[in-house]
């Protein structure tokens, strides 16, 4: 089984910063297992988005709206991925959800967090 933990949201200034950590565990939660890491967030009557994904290759991808602001990394020691979010907005209000992928023999699974509150304003 695999659990994913979000941790570092909370209230911030427009313009301030926050990093958003997710702790992978159980017997497969291992990071290196997986094709690839990401965050993804919800922001009320909205859909769930992907901010940025992070391939067990090393490749990263940001959604348009946080390219140069967000920053994805991982520390596989710790089986732990982060999400560095400076210049922050309003509109980047939302739950953000870790998400962990998984492809085998051409299935693909999805393991999620339960989320964590990240609130821009003044």
């Known amino acids: 089984q695999v659990q994913l ?8 200034q427009p313009g301030g910063s926050l990093r958003l950590s997710c702790r992978a565990s159980g017997a ?6 997986f094709n690839a890491m990401a965050w ?3 922001a009320p009557g ?9 391939t067990r290759g090393n490749d990263t991808n940001y959604a ?16 732990m991925v982060y ?9 980047d209000t939302a ?5 962990a992928l998984r492809v085998l023999f051409g299935t693909q699974y999805d393991y999620w967090g339960q989320g964590t509150q990240a609130t821009v304003s003044s």
Do not use: H, W
């Open 5 to 12: 933990v979000e941790s570092g949201g909370g209230l911030v």
């Open 28 to 33: 497969s939660g291992s990071i290196l297992g």
């Open 95 to 99: 739950v953000y959800y870790c998400n």
């Open 64 to 79: 348009d709206s946080v390219k140069g602001r967000f920053t994805i990394s991982r520390d596989n020691a710790k089986n």
């Open 40 to 42: 993804y967030r919800q």
């Open 46 to 54: 909205n859909q769930r988005e992907l901010v940025a994904s992070l």
């Open 83 to 91: 999400l560095q979010m400076n210049s922050l907005k309003p509109e």
